[in-house]
């Protein structure tokens, strides 16, 4: 983990989807944040150490996207020790971010870790890395000086990912350079769970001093796009970017990273 000292900063954006905005003003406490998404190494530490069954394990599938065919499915048999349905595994995959895991489960390990999930506000502070007003954790340019920054979808999404950076899935953490913070993955690789609810509109009513999140909702959020995030879809890789999805659901494109309280 490293140390994120407290700051106030702009948060959201107004210039992309109604439910990244308005832009306004947040202060954070200072806190610790993983330098990268939890790996399949430390999850499988967690299973070992308490017998936790994940949803997607009890439930015997998970939210799948298949670049083969450009669509989303439910596959039979998918979960974090089996990444691309039956017959996979996490052979070579130690280091690659743990995937199928829902809210809960995240919950779940943060607990065990003695850490938590982070705030929305926590992760976008952290993600931006000191670049106040930066579209991505290092600038403004996508691809600065044609190279590659993070771990996306190169072409035109679902039709065909080129692959140009290297990665047709999820990617090793660390295969990035960090952010202003020492953050890996900040963008692209994996969406992350966060701790709060979504609400489209929270950013006009948010409180200014570390914000929690509405009180409840139906879906929690996630951020900093994934591998699927491509210029002609979500853009998902923005620091202001932001989606929703069911707390019980596991996707293929979807992990997490933890925080720690100063204190």
Same mark, same amino acid.
């Given at each position: 983990m490293v140390f994120i000292d407290g700051g106030e900063f702009t948060m959201g954006t107004n210039d992309a989807f109604p439910f990244e905005g308005p832009e306004h003003r947040v202060f954070v406490d200072g806190?610790? *944040?993983?330098?990268? =998404?939890?790996?399949n190494r430390q999850f499988r530490d967690f299973v070992e150490a308490t017998g936790y069954e994940t949803e997607s394990e009890k439930q015997e599938s998970s939210g799948f996207f298949d670049a083969d065919t450009g669509q989303w499915k439910l596959l039979d048999g998918a979960d974090w020790r089996h990444p691309e349905g039956p017959g996979s595994n996490l052979e070579g995959k130690d280091d690659y971010p743990?995937? /199928?895991?829902?809210?809960?489960?995240?919950? &779940?390990?943060? =607990?065990?870790?003695g850490k938590r999930l982070p705030t929305e506000a926590e992760w976008e502070y952290a993600a931006r890395g000191g670049r106040e007003g930066a579209v991505y954790p290092w600038g403004d340019a996508l691809r600065p000086r $044609? *190279? /590659? +920054?993070?771990?996306?979808w190169q072409g035109r999404f679902p039709v065909r990912d080129q692959a140009t950076d290297g990665f047709s899935g999820p990617?090793?953490?660390? +295969?990035? &350079?960090?952010?202003?913070? $020492?953050? @890996?993955? *900040?963008? $692209?690789?994996?969406?992350?769970?966060?701790?709060?609810? @979504?609400?489209?509109?929270?950013? +006009?009513e948010s409180p200014r001093k570390n914000p929690k999140g509405p009180v409840m909702g139906q879906e929690k959020i996630n951020r900093g796009g994934s591998w699927l995030c491509s210029e002609n879809y979500c853009q998902g890789y923005r620091v202001a970017a932001r989606q929703k999805t069911a707390r019980d659901s596991g996707l293929n494109n979807v992990g997490f990273r933890c925080v720690r309280d100063a204190s």
């Open positions: 806190f610790y *944040m993983d330098v990268t =998404e939890v790996t743990v995937i /199928h895991v829902s809210w809960d489960d995240a919950t &779940a390990y943060a =607990e065990w870790a $044609g *190279m /590659h +920054r993070a771990n996306v990617a090793p953490v660390q +295969r990035f &350079a960090p952010n202003g913070y $020492g953050l @890996y993955d *900040m963008a $692209g690789n994996v969406w992350e769970w966060v701790a709060d609810w @979504y609400s489209s509109s929270y950013y +006009r």
